[in-house]
Structures are given as C-alpha cells and as structure tokens.
C-alpha cells in the first residue's frame, strides 16, 4: 500500500513556473516508480512524467519536453514536478501516481487526490 498526497498547485500567469510535490508513504515505497499525470476540464487524464525508483531513468509527455523537470528525494520520499515556461493548456488537475512495473508507459497502482493548477493568459 502507498498513501501519495500533493501540494504546490495554484495561479500562475503564463510563461511562469510552479513546482509541484508529492509525497509519498508506505513500507514499500521505494520500490516504486513514481509519476505525474493531468486531467484537463472535459479530457481525459494524461501521462505527464515519470521517474523510477533510482531517479536515473525519467520520461516525459512530448508536449512538457524542455518545460517540466522530475525528480525524487528519496530520503524525504517525494517526487518533485518543476513546471517552467507554462502555458493556459497546462491547466488541469495534476495527479501523483506509483508504479511497481512500469516507468514508461506507467499505469498507476496508487493515485494521490490531486492539486489544482491554473495558467492564465
């Protein structure tokens, strides 16, 4: 079992930067791989980012390439989002989620509640 819990959403003007984190607990939590995911008003949710468990792999949505950087503390166990140069269609409620198996093409075994992210124009 992983418990994920989120911060660091909010209202950002376009082409400024928001750094998300997650934070995560459970006996086995290092074992996993940990992601981003986004859903937009009237879409579906959408794979943003992932990391393994050793911080050394990470892959990214074409779409936040360059923009958005992962990372992971394992010691604090929190997964990090820094989002720089964003823009109005990165909008949406941002998701944390563990994978045991997959880093790319990540799934999701545990979800966090979500942090709301807003870029105004």
């Known amino acids: 079992q992983v418990q994920l819990v989120e911060s660091g959403g909010g209202l950002v003007q376009a082409g400024g930067s928001l750094r998300l984190s997650c934070a995560a607990s459970g006996p086995t939590v290092k074992n996993y791989a940990l992601g981003w995911f986004r859903q937009a008003p009237g879409k579906e949710r959408e794979f943003v980012a992932a990391i393994s468990w050793s911080g050394v792999s990470t892959y990214y949505a074409d779409s936040v390439k360059g923009r958005f950087t992962i990372s992971r503390d394992n010691d604090k166990n929190t997964v990090y989002l820094q989002m720089n140069s964003l823009k109005p269609d990165d909008t949406a409620v941002y998701y944390c989620?563990?994978?045991?198996?997959?880093?790319?093409?990540?799934?999701?075994?545990?979800w966090g509640q979500g942090t709301q992210v807003t870029v105004s124009s």
């Open positions: 989620a563990a994978d045991y198996t997959r880093i790319a093409g990540m799934k999701g075994d545990y």
